[in-house]
């Protein structure tokens, strides 16, 4: 059985599926074959036994008995006259107690008696109706041919309106052959046996022809997931009809999605890459330079002057610092949603931009930076979420003027960072968020260009908005907008505290 289980799923889909058809077809005609065989056999036999009793009725009333003193009273076969039967196609004979069998003259033949018709003779006086009207069963004639037969105690009219009597000791037999019941019974097996046959065939056939057209757009659609694995070609569609909204339909659009979107994947992974290997090759270069320069003065024995050797150092400082950002930031944009979810909890947004505005005070202490913060808490990630306030804020120091203003305001979920600063064409806004865009004034100033880009990430994912926009009277002024409240929501009970 495990074997035959294992081949039977190691067939493909529209095999199993005509088979399965093909079965199912398989028992329902085999019930109603059956069924409809043994509904005939009970419809012909019944019809048998009525025209057993129609024979048998008119003999009740024949005055038999001068027949009777005929017939011998030891046991054997002997002759009975004229009974009045339909022909040479019933057999119709008397049986006495003792076993006698005195055949009609009209007889088709004789009938083997058994103890079930000396039983009818035995019980004549009983009253129990079954028994009275005598027991029908299958038998066979003296050579061997199947005969249905009526046994029946012997009934007799003494004379015209009188009650029928029973005559003592004596059975009347009436059979009629079966032959042509049991030939039309085999008749109908064979013509249920050949339409089973060819019911189950055509089943089967019908079945792989609809499991054929039924499974044929998940053809398409393996033979694009094989296309996809074979050649990385991302861009291949599923023709899928816009009206339809069964499984193969659904399935079909859901592999375009998915295709859509892990080829948008790979365009950004691979704009990635690029980008951050073109960021990474400038300050990798200079260091690079740098560090030659100081290998070299050292190799040839004549060290560089004292000025110049600080200069180099501090470059070279500031460029692994400048690395160490640049890593850091795509670390953070690498970072799965999965691995972001498990970080997220209630934050005071108060707090976050208070731990972010000291680190801001430390790189612009030159900048007069001014806070009106008011409470309001959030869901989000903390770190992330300090480090996209941070981000902002470096913005607004790293572009303002030397003794300049910085200011904060936090009200009702809003943020705003305005400086006083050039501020950002109107024509670069759009391109702010982009990743590794900066803009051509500030390519000179240290930064990836990731650090907007991670702004809007991490705020659209606290479910928040991002914007940019020039001040009234010069400079730039950055909103984020969070959802949340004014007041912290109460702590989850701790297990084993009552509600």
Request: hydrophobic residues 40%; contains cysteine; glycine residues 8%.
């Amino acid at each position: 059985m495990r074997r035959l289980a294992r081949r039977y799923r190691a067939l493909p889909i529209r095999a199993r599926l005509a088979m399965l058809v093909a079965a199912a077809v398989a028992f329902a005609v085999a019930a109603v074959s059956v069924t409809c065989w043994f509904i005939v056999e009970r419809k012909l036999y019944d019809q048998v036994d009525a025209d057993l009793q129609k024979v048998s009725e008119p003999q009740r009333l024949v005055n038999i008995v001068s027949t009777l003193e005929s017939c011998p009273q030891t046991p054997g076969d002997a002759g009975l006259g004229d009974f009045h039967a339909h022909g040479n196609y019933y057999y119709i004979q008397l049986m006495k107690q003792n076993g006698t069998a005195c055949v009609s003259s009209n007889s088709a033949g004789r009938v083997r008696t058994t103890s079930a018709d000396t039983g009818v003779i035995a019980r004549a006086d009983d009253h129990d109706g079954l028994l009275h009207n005598g027991i029908l069963r299958d038998g066979t004639d003296s050579e061997g041919n199947a005969v249905r037969v009526l046994t029946q105690p012997l009934t007799f009219s003494p004379g015209p309106g009188t009650q029928p009597q029973m005559y003592p000791n004596t059975a009347l037999m009436v059979a009629i052959p079966l032959k042509n019941t049991r030939d039309t019974l085999k008749d109908l097996a064979l013509i249920l046996l050949l339409v089973s046959g060819v019911g189950v065939v055509g089943a089967g056939a019908a079945g792989l022809a609809v499991a054929r057209a039924g499974l044929r757009p998940v053809d398409k659609l393996t033979e694009a997931v094989e296309h996809v694995a074979r050649t990385e070609d991302l861009g291949i569609r599923i023709p899928v009809d816009d009206d339809s909204e069964d499984e193969v339909a659904r399935l079909s659009r859901s592999f375009n999605s998915m295709t859509t979107a892990l080829a948008g994947s790979r365009d950004l992974q691979q704009q990635l890459i690029a980008d951050a290997g073109h960021e990474l090759r400038t300050p990798l270069t200079s260091l690079r330079t740098n560090i030659e320069l100081l290998t070299r003065s050292e190799e040839t024995g004549r060290p560089l002057p004292p000025e110049d050797r600080k200069a180099l150092l501090a470059s070279v400082k500031a460029q692994m610092t400048e690395l160490a950002a640049l890593i850091g930031d795509l670390q953070e944009l690498s970072r799965s949603e999965g691995q972001r979810g498990e970080r997220v909890q209630v934050v005071s947004f108060q707090d976050t931009v208070e731990a972010a505005l000291r680190r801001a005070r430390l790189r612009g202490p030159e900048l007069t930076i001014t806070a009106d913060l008011e409470p309001w808490y959030v869901r989000a990630e903390p770190s992330a979420l300090e480090r996209a306030v941070v981000n902002v804020l470096d913005n607004a120091v790293k572009f303002s003027p030397e003794g300049g203003t910085v200011e904060v305001r936090l009200a009702e979920g809003v943020l705003t960072v305005r400086d006083h600063g050039p501020g950002i064409p109107a024509d670069e806004l759009p391109h702010v968020f982009d990743r590794f865009w900066r803009s051509p004034s500030a390519r000179a100033l240290p930064g990836s260009g990731l650090g907007l880009s991670i702004v809007a990430r991490t705020v659209q994912q606290a479910g928040g908005e991002v914007s940019l926009a020039r001040a009234g009277s010069g400079g730039t002024t950055a909103t984020i907008r969070l959802p949340g409240a004014a007041t912290a929501p109460p702590d989850p009970p701790a297990d084993g505290d009552q509600a």
